[in-house]
């Protein structure tokens, strides 16, 4: 088959303009992917390019592995000698060979976001920091941003403009300081580190530029300054820049991501020459039809608009329901209908923020729905497998502190805090790594029987080392479960937890056997151990921690499974599902209060909306409610300003909540003209299906709605009535508080009965600042904690 067959007239285009700067600016489901592939196999086949001279980047694993897949099928040979690899995988293999030149070892470990608020933790015991001003997340935040710009702490402490910023910079020192120490770089360093090497070593530079003479990125929109300077630098030489990406997709700006990379790429490469991708072959037309009209309203974006040849398909459905429980149920309830003849993986449902799965998940599990939820507890996050690689990356690196550490007295071998510290202290004084500083449990004055454990853990990890040369993965975690007692140790813990652990292990080894399989089967990794110098090659081990550090929770997303997706908007950017339900789309939610009073923010929220939209091919329901609580606060909400902005022609909407009640409720603030679901009183406006609709239109003022849900105390004439009793429509307000009571009918002790989870026993009454915190042990349901105002207990 031709490369040319079953590419329409934007995309060939694409595909034969190889030489010079190219920008193709793809839309969501334009194929992007089959472009970048296609054009990799006319470079070799049609082109006579030698293979190892192209370079595709991605930003997720699984986005390379289809990616590598697609090339391999459309060349016949040399496909393998294609580099084909995320930002990060790149950057690794590059420092892999190189990073000695700039004060590392070879053998660096990579830290993942626990092991770095570990080192921050240390850092801000090191500077005495005080932790009720500063937190070890906001810190580590601002040092990524820094990073992400390729700002140094130098800088960062030169530019410091006042104590907050002082003590930042302060810190980012230390911690790269720190790093350094223990031969470990973080994510952002691979990045940084990797420009740095070419800037200092100019020689290696032009290695790279001589080797990647045809360079496409993919997901452009997403780079940030870091990655932006990196490719600037490759592509220096040859200018054979591709990049594709969708402006309108531009959704990580919380993560460094710089829209000005894709706008702004003809001015940065002159002569370089765009090419639009607006044919769409996942969504049907409605779908897109409602993406076009929502991301039209942002002003900084290039124009484009995605059509289809699939034809315009269901209507977007558009539900509004009184509660946030009564949409879990809802959307729960249909999905179980709907799947009784269809597979559960064909249904995604997204929101916006991760709390918002909690009543989701509580529905799915009492409907006996499965579902994955990505974004969860990420599987190397979890303890016995931190503790497993813990002992692996000590094994290959013999400097990371956090690692030795972290496994010094797991299992338990009776070595006590002051020991360790002892040990810390020591090693910092005498410029020793934590395990170096074991060796010399003696010059560090730790003798009898503490210096005995110090010594049989430091043989512990000699002998793991010297049998790591002969090993298979498989067997070196396997060795280290029985040489170290992790074994006992878990089944100490009780026969289902360590069940469960044992069985998150095996997994791992699992792992292990088939990543080493890979490597053995690798034509690629062989061709790049050829080129290497033996002694900076990355051992097996190395290797196999890299590619447990550069997982991301995405990655490992099972499409197959027969399981109901629940996962963020953000984490949908890529994926594509028949059936999405997006929920909470609500003022105040989705968009987020914050972004309503910002245009560039509320611009970046526009864009999420859009990538969620254009996640469903055939069927796509918009949700919210009317109240949701939030922080132990109900908040009503009017509906998303997104959903207002779809015109009618593509949906079909439905109503089920209701009209707030004077008795119940309090009204404050200037007016609005819209009643509690967004619909002006004096309108006259009823939908087809008979009920007011929070439609599309503006004016909504602010306010607050308190209910007294403990006394059902009211204050009609401030609901209904202005100063002259002429009555007056209700202010539409962002949230409404409880009331708190003046004291509780029950105590600690006494036993009471909730509507829904039966009788129980009150067991604590915590006197917030809102209202009274209850904790209550039902009979059936076990102990929960609720606030009194909305619990409504009745003292049996």
């Known amino acids: 088959m031709a490369l040319y067959d079953n590419m329409n007239d934007r995309q060939r285009e694409a595909m034969l303009c190889t030489e010079g700067p190219l ?14 592939t296609h054009r990799i196999a006319y470079l070799i086949a049609g082109k006579q390019v030698e293979p190892w001279h192209i370079m595709a980047i991605t930003f997720t694993n699984k986005a390379a592995g289809e990616m590598r897949a697609r090339i391999d099928a459309l060349v016949e040979q040399g496909a393998e000698q294609v580099w084909v690899a995320t930002f990060h995988a790149s950057c690794v293999r590059i420092l892999r060979r190189y990073i000695d030149r700039i004060g590392f070892e070879n053998s660096f470990t990579i830290y993942d976001a626990d092991d770095q608020k570990t080192l921050m933790k240390q850092v801000f015991r090191e500077l005495n920091i005080d932790t009720r001003s500063f937190k070890e997340r906001t810190v580590l935040s601002a040092i990524s941003a820094a990073k992400n710009e390729l700002r140094t702490p130098e800088e960062l402490l030169k530019e410091a403009g006042g104590y907050v910023e002082q003590k930042i910079a302060e810190c980012y020192l230390r911690y790269q300081d720190d790093l350094r120490r223990n031969n470990a770089l973080d994510f952002d360093d691979l990045i940084m580190k990797t420009v740095q090497l070419f800037q200092y070593s100019p020689e290696v530079l032009v290695q790279y530029q001589e080797r990647f003479r045809y360079i496409m990125v993919d997901e452009y929109q997403d780079t940030n300054t870091a990655q932006f300077r990196l490719i600037s630098l490759l592509a220096g030489k040859y200018k054979n820049l591709c990049v594709v990406g969708d402006d309108d997709q531009s959704i990580y700006k919380f993560r460094g991501a710089n829209i000005y990379n894709i706008l702004n790429f003809e001015t940065e490469f002159p002569g370089a020459k765009m090419v639009k991708l607006e044919q769409n072959y996942r969504s049907k037309g409605n779908i897109l039809c409602a993406a076009n009209e929502v991301i039209r309203n942002n002003l900084g974006r290039k124009q484009k608009r995605l059509w289809t040849e699939q034809g315009d398909g269901e209507p977007v459905y558009v539900r509004r329901f009184e509660s946030a ?32 799965s909690r009543l989701l998940e509580e529905r799915m599990v009492a409907a006996g729905l499965p579902y994955q939820l990505v974004g969860g507890v990420n599987f190397y996050q979890r303890r016995e497998i931190k503790d497993v690689l813990a002992y692996l990356k000590t094994v290959a690196n013999g400097r990371d502190d956090l690692a030795a550490r972290r496994i010094l007295n797991v299992p338990k071998r009776g070595i006590g805090a002051v020991t360790e510290e002892r040990i810390a202290v020591f090693a910092t004084a005498n410029e020793l790594s934590f395990f170096e500083a074991l060796r010399a449990a003696g010059p560090a004055g730790i003798a009898g029987r503490a210096g005995e454990k110090l010594r049989g853990f430091v043989q512990l990890i000699e002998g793991l080392r010297e049998r790591s040369e002969s090993l298979s993965l498989g067997a070196l975690i396997e060795a280290v479960l029985e040489d170290s007692g992790y074994l006992d140790f878990l089944k100490s813990e009780g026969e289902i937890e360590a069940e469960s652990r044992r069985e998150n292990i095996d997994e791992l080894i699992s792992k292990a056997v088939s990543f080493e399989q890979e490597q053995e089967d690798s034509a690629e990794i062989e061709a790049e151990q050829q080129e290497s110098d033996p002694r900076r090659r990355a051992s097996l081990l190395s290797r196999f921690l890299e590619e447990v550090a550069l997982v991301a929770d995405i990655d490992r997303m099972d499409e197959n499974s027969e399981k109901v997706t629940l996962m963020t908007l953000h984490a949908a950017k890529g994926l594509e599902f028949d059936e999405v339900y997006m929920t909470g789309m609500e003022d105040g939610l989705f ?30 329901t918009l949700c919210s409610a009317r109240s949701r609580m939030i922080n132990g606060e109900t908040h009503l909400s009017r509906e998303s300003m997104f959903v207002r902005e779809i015109p009618d022609e593509y949906t079909e909407r439905s109503d089920s909540s209701r009209p707030p009640r004077p008795s119940s409720y309090h009204f404050g603030g200037r007016e609005s003209g819209w009643d509690g679901r967004g619909l002006p009183w004096d309108s006259g406006y009823r939908d087809s299906y008979g009920s007011g609709f929070a439609g599309g239109g503006t004016g909504a003022g602010e306010g607050t709605c308190t209910v007294s849900a403990v006394t059902g105390s009211e204050d009609r004439n401030a609901a209904w009535a202005d100063s002259s009793g002429r009555r007056k429509p209700l202010a539409f307000g962002k949230s409404f508080q409880v009331v708190k009571a003046d004291h509780l009918d029950y105590e600690v002790g006494d036993r009471v009965q909730h509507q829904r989870f039966g009788e129980g026993v009150v067991k604590n009454i915590q006197d917030g600042s809102r209202d009274y915190e209850v904790t209550v042990d039902f009979d059936r349901h076990g102990t929960k904690k609720m606030f009194a105002g909305f619990a409504n207990l009745k003292k049996l």
Do not use: W
Request: hydrophobic share 35%; proline share 3%; glycine share 8%.
């Open 23 to 36: 920008l193709i600016l793809a839309g969501a489901g334009s194929g992007k992917t089959r472009v970048l």
């Open 325 to 356: 429980q009564d949409e879990a149920e809802a959307v729960v309830s249909e999905i179980q209908k709907r799947g009784m003849d269809r597979h559960y993986n064909r249904f995604a449902v997204l929101y916006r923020t991760n709390a918002q």
């Open 591 to 620: 968009p987020g209060n914050r972004s309503i009073d910002d245009p560039k923010e509320l611009e970046e929220e526009r864009r999420l909306c859009y990538v969620g939209i254009t996640r469903a091919r055939e069927r796509l």
